[in-house]
């Protein structure tokens, strides 16, 4: 549902900006805001619809059990440590810019940190998911 | 070991087509490997990767990828509304004395829909579903009606405004960046707009072949049979039918006119549109609770699927930086031979190479960082080269066997097709994009350029001579050291 509120938002940054000539800032920065928050649920979303962008035409022949296992294999030894490397490397940018309210740079509105707390949002979905798929088997949610 | 980017874009295109696995994992899990293997050896420092984060950080904030999940919002709804449908039964009765009605208002889908989806992979993906089975419907054979899809999914490459041009956009501003840094050149900077308008003609022209070619095609005798095959259609489009498709098309070329124009952002477009249809489809009734709920999760799983693939890009651009071969790369198109389209000419085979198994936004993100730049350095005409860039991307696409575009449709088809037959349906407008192509390099002139962008930058016929590009090299990274491992060793 968030797309459409960033949509809403985007949109009046517009009138907001040539007609009443204020708050248009303020739209988009909420924009951002959700922005950074839809991004972080989607990518975890578009894995389990299996939505993500792939060349298998020579893979589509081999069998669904093998397809499986190479899916399983490849959350455990890539997304497993990347993700987990993104919360580490991310965590101290993070805590200081959640401790501190930290506004936008530009415009000085406050929520700047929901913004950071979106690629760490990001992160932790991909390792939940990971444990999802090693623990279950690759999702069961099917495009 | 600065070339180990080389084998890094090497094993991404040997482990995408050998698993099958996402193209994003793939990307993530190639940096890896080599990370470590960098690390291990001491060629890469570890506290160079940990900018990762704020890399990523950079695609949460950035203003022009905003739009991205917008324009999936606008292709979602127009899907999966009526006005697809609508749209192709209108332009088919508008085409159908032309005798070929449903191809040629295909194509039109293709011009209004793909440079919404941002992504080859995602135009094929709502092409397939929307086209093939009203082509089907419409009697034409299934080889047809596959290329006419993936010529129509690659149309958002090279018409304004879509989401493609917008990021090249972005991409060619840094790389110009780079280069007039590098130079020290007294130029204009180009911007997207300049990409917008510089590729409005030959996209006008390759339009005008292509549907030249759709047209030619049906008066072919398999054409004139597949006419003959159509069922009798009850009654055409209502006077209302045609009275929304009207206002749809109406909203739709404004919109990308006003964006291509300059009278609008990009973002502010897109989300004009996407409101606009959400409430137009609420005042109709036509976009119920369930269809409501499908088009937040398409658009969702299409921006997650896209915004993965940025992911993948952002880390490996890392990694292959780390190892110092966007340099190394520098250092080897600065001390080629044969002046401008000596450089030129190698930059656009590699990417046409990577495209083969690369989409768009990957090659954008992950390739042209590395290439361009000090191809720039060397040809001085940014729109042009632009323009040559976005025109090999889209004709490598449509390259069977193993064209993006050709792997991707063949994929989502339910059915099997003969490579040869194929070939045959793909090859007029392979020599359409191959016709444009080769003008476009042979006349720079018929890309649109800014009065100040191109007095300033000089004409593609004025480079550095190889004297000076020694030099500048020589200024910038000192003797020897294209072989230097990266800062921080």
Redesign the interface.
């Known amino acids: 549902m968030l797309v459409l509120p960033v949509s809403l938002l985007l949109f009046v940054q517009w009138p907001l900006r040539e007609l009443v000539q204020a708050y248009s800032r303020e739209a988009n920065d909420v924009a951002q805001w959700l922005f950074a928050l839809y991004v972080g649920i989607a990518v975890t979303y578009a894995t389990r619809r299996h939505s993500h962008l792939a060349a298998d035409a020579l893979a589509r022949r081999y069998p669904v059990p093998v397809r499986a296992r190479l899916a399983r294999i490849a959350s455990l030894l890539v997304l497993l440590p990347w993700s987990l490397f993104i919360l580490y490397a991310a965590w101290p940018a993070l805590s200081q810019s959640v401790l501190q309210l930290e506004s936008f740079p530009e415009t000085f509105n406050p929520g700047y940190f929901l913004i950071k707390l979106g690629v760490w949002l990001l992160a932790l979905l991909v390792l939940l998911q990971v444990v999802l798929d090693v623990l279950l088997g690759p999702g069961r949610e099917r495009d | 070991m600065p070339s180990a980017g080389l084998w890094m874009l090497a094993t991404v295109a040997l482990l ?10 793939v990307l ?2 190639v940096s ?1 490997l080599f990370s470590i293997v960098g690390i291990a050896g001491g060629l890469v420092d570890f506290a160079l ?2 900018a ?3 890399r ?2 950079g ?3 950035n203003d022009l990828l ?1 739009a991205l ?2 324009y999936v ?1 606008i292709g979602a709804l127009l899907n999966r509304l009526p006005l697809a449908e609508l749209l192709f039964r209108v332009g088919s009765s508008a085409a159908r004395r032309t005798g070929a009605g449903p191809s040629l208002a295909g194509l039109a889908l293709g011009v209004l829909l793909a440079p919404m989806n941002g ?1 080859v ?1 995602a135009s094929v993906a709502m092409l397939t579903r929307t086209l093939v089975p009203r082509l089907d419907a419409s009697g034409i054979p299934t080889e047809r009606g596959a290329a006419l899809v993936c010529v129509a999914s690659t149309l958002g490459v090279v018409v304004p405004p879509s989401l493609v041009l917008i990021l090249l956009g972005d991409a060619m501003l840094r790389a110009h960046t780079e280069a007039v840094n590098a130079t020290g050149r007294a130029a204009r900077i180009i911007n997207t707009q300049d990409v917008f308008r510089g590729a409005l003609l030959p996209a006008a022209i390759l339009l005008l072949l292509f549907v030249l070619v759709t047209w030619g095609e049906s008066k072919t005798p398999a054409g004139r049979e597949a006419q003959m095959s159509i069922p009798p259609v009850e009654s055409g489009p209502s006077r209302l039918d045609w009275m929304t498709a009207m206002a749809t098309l109406v909203i739709i070329v404004g919109l990308l006119a006003s964006v291509t124009l300059g009278y ?1 952002y990009a ?2 477009a ?3 549109g ?2 606009a249809l ?1 409430v137009a489809g609420l005042a109709t009734r036509t976009l119920s609770y369930p269809k409501l709920k499908e088009v ?2 398409d ?7 896209l ?3 940025l ?1 993948g890009a952002t ?1 490996f651009t890392l990694t292959l930086r780390a190892f110092g071969t966007d340099r190394w790369a520098a250092a080897f198109l600065t001390g080629l031979g044969g002046g401008v389209y000596g450089a030129l000419l190698v930059v656009l085979l590699l990417l046409a190479l990577c495209a083969f ?1 690369l ?1 768009a936004f990957e090659l954008i993100f992950v390739v042209i960082p590395v290439l361009i730049p000090p191809l720039l350095v060397r040809v001085s005409d940014t729109t042009w080269v632009a323009v040559l860039v976005l025109l090999i991307l889209q004709a490598s696409f449509l390259m069977p066997p ?1 064209g ?1 575009s050709v ?1 991707m449709v ?2 989502r088809l339910d059915r099997p097709i003969e490579t040869g037959k194929l070939v045959r349906a793909l090859a007029p407008y392979l020599l359409a994009q191959l016709l444009v192509l080769c003008l476009v390099l042979a006349v720079p002139r018929l890309v649109w350029h800014e009065g100040s962008t191109q007095s300033s930058q000089g004409s593609p016929s004025k480079p550095l001579s190889d004297k000076e590009l020694q030099e500048l090299l020589w200024q910038q990274l000192g003797p020897g050291e294209p072989e230097r491992a990266p800062e921080g060793k």
């Open positions: 995408m087509i050998a698993t099958g696995l996402p193209t994003w994992i993530i899990g890896l990767l940990t990762l984060p704020a990523l950080l695609l949460l904030e905003q999940p917008l919002l992504s992979g609008l973002v502010e897109a989300a004009t996407g409101t959400f937040l999760r658009t969702m799983a299409v921006t997650g699927a915004f993965s693939l992911i880390t198994v989409d193993f993006y792997m063949r994929n």
